[in-house]
């Protein structure tokens, strides 16, 4: 079978033949290659298939012609604009025309389902291993050095930035091709099913859950229903697969009886199946530990900040171990993976920014409040809104206060969730006077330029909406380039 994608594999995906046939290469334009799909008409470039999607801000078939001008070859639709060739698929009928001039639209029912078809089809020819990585926290970081490690062995196609959803996975999915021997893919969810139908899609053999936490609930509602979704994806794994399951996370463990696959549990203990101990932050030059595994002990030394990455390094050496590495490749990857969420960025008048302002929610903030306790020096704690979090967002914030009382020497917290933070730490026994309350990230950096000393460590932790990398740019020297990795967009 031919293993590049071509225009002619779309339509036989969307006409409904099997993925194990390659479509006929004598129709005119049907063996032309497709270099990417896209759903933002500004990325289209020559090559590219175009997918029309309706969104809450604007219309996909606005820009089908826009895309065309930009060299796209076709265009996924659910109604063709004026003046445009098109093929109409939406009846189901697998006659094609005899001949086919691109560039054309595919006329579909519904073009975020026939996107999806299109991956699933294309996912279904080829014989890799895919990974499937969930979880309230975590996911992107774990998915880095999932990757890494695997990579010390095996070609490796991983999701970009956060691909995670209904739209992301599928555009991951439709870059393989014939060398890929491994997919490493985030899954992100909203809502009950969501997972179910990126699994659907991904067909996973091995399916991490990272931990289930106090995210996005206003939307998901409760913690319960939190973890019901994410445990869809051990649930759709094959009796062959391996479920590698967070032991420290009690919601997590519990998943361990709702799978057919086998269940490989990791964490802090010793009834884990791979298992660290003594764990040693060493600040800025990373964490040291012991990496525990049937009778083995092998002594680890990596780059990742606070003694929480752990969780990390233990996620992706399962993956390793249970893909047949060796202790030697797992470890080389480990020390080579990115950590992407929380960069250490030279600050104002000989400070030390830790930037991780690309989300929040109370468990991560609370992580990064221990990894700040870990640093000499006189810490500050600049905390914002986190957003989501429905009905626990008064709690979710005051845990944090509570936790910023005991690290913290100075506290800044912006917006008016945030300002529940400060509260909850003078409530704890914080004087008063190291508690800073801002309205918005234009008066914490003034505030910030003029108490920030050398030798300071300053944690810059908020939800993404509030854009608090603009801190970290103001007071970086010299000035940062934008180090926080931005959600993904598009028209």
């Known amino acids: ?110 073009a975020l389902a026939a996107l999806q078809r299109v991956a699933a089809w294309w996912r279904a020819r080829f014989a890799v291993r895919v990974v499937g990585i969930t ?59 969501e997972i179910t139908l990126l699994t659907e899609i991904a067909r996973p053999h091995i399916g991490i859950v990272t931990n289930v936490g106090p995210v996005h609930l206003e939307r998901m509602g409760t913690v319960e229903r939190i973890a019901q979704a994410k445990s869809e994806l051990p649930q759709a794994l094959p009796p062959n697969g391996v479920a590698v399951l967070n032991g420290d996370d009690r919601w997590v463990r519990a998943m361990a009886e709702k799978t057919q696959a086998r269940a490989f549990l990791y964490g802090l203990t010793p009834d884990c199946d791979l298992w660290a101990d003594e764990v040693v932050s060493r600040g800025l030059e990373g964490v040291r530990f012991q990496f525990h595994y049937q009778d083995e002990t092998v002594h680890v030394h990596i780059p990742l900040l606070g003694q929480h990455s752990v969780h990390t390094a233990l996620r992706a050496a399962a993956v390793g171990l249970i893909e047949g590495l060796s202790w030697d490749e797992i470890l080389h990857g480990l020390r080579t993976g990115e950590q992407l969420r929380l960069v250490v960025v030279p600050g104002a008048n000989g400070s030390t920014l830790l930037d991780d302002t690309y989300n929040s929610s109370p468990d991560s903030a609370i992580a990064a409040l221990n990894l700040l306790d870990e640093f000499s020096g006189r810490k500050v704690a600049v905390m914002g809104d986190m957003l989501e979090l429905g009905g626990y967002a008064v709690e979710g914030h005051r845990r944090v206060g509570r936790r910023a009382m005991d690290v913290a ?83």
């Open 135 to 193: 979880g309230s926290v975590g996911k992107t970081t774990t998915k880095e050095f999932v990757a890494s490690v695997l990579g010390q062995r095996y070609r490796v196609l991983k999701s970009l930035g956060n691909y995670n959803n209904e739209i992301g996975l599928p555009l991951a999915l439709l870059q393989l091709e014939d060398h890929h021997e491994h997919v490493v893919l985030e899954m992100g969810t909203y809502g009950l099913g």
């Open 409 to 491: 020497s100075i506290l800044i917290t912006i917006g008016e969730l945030g300002a529940l933070i400060g509260r909850e730490a003078i409530d704890y026994g914080m004087p008063p006077e190291r508690v800073i309350q801002t309205t918005d990230n234009d008066a914490a950096i003034v505030c910030l330029q003029d108490l920030l000393q050398e030798g300071d460590i300053v944690l810059v932790k908020g939800s993404r909406g509030l854009a608090m990398e603009q801190i970290v740019e103001s007071l970086a020297r010299p000035p940062a380039n934008g180090s926080a990795e931005e959600e993904s967009g598009g028209r």
């Open 1 to 110: 079978m031919s293993t590049a994608l071509t225009f002619g594999h779309i339509l036989w995906a969307l006409c409904g033949y099997p993925p194990t046939e390659d479509p006929p290469g004598s129709r005119g334009d049907l063996a032309v290659s497709v270099r990417d799909v896209v759903v933002d008409s500004r990325l289209a470039q020559a090559g590219s298939v175009f997918i029309a999607l309706r969104g809450e801000v604007t219309d996909g078939h606005l820009y089908v012609r826009d895309s065309f001008d930009r060299g796209a070859i076709g265009a996924i639709v659910e109604r063709v604009p004026e003046g445009l060739s098109a093929i109409d698929l939406s009846s189901g009928d697998r006659e094609l025309p005899s001949e086919i001039s691109l560039p054309v639209c595919l006329v579909v029912r519904d």
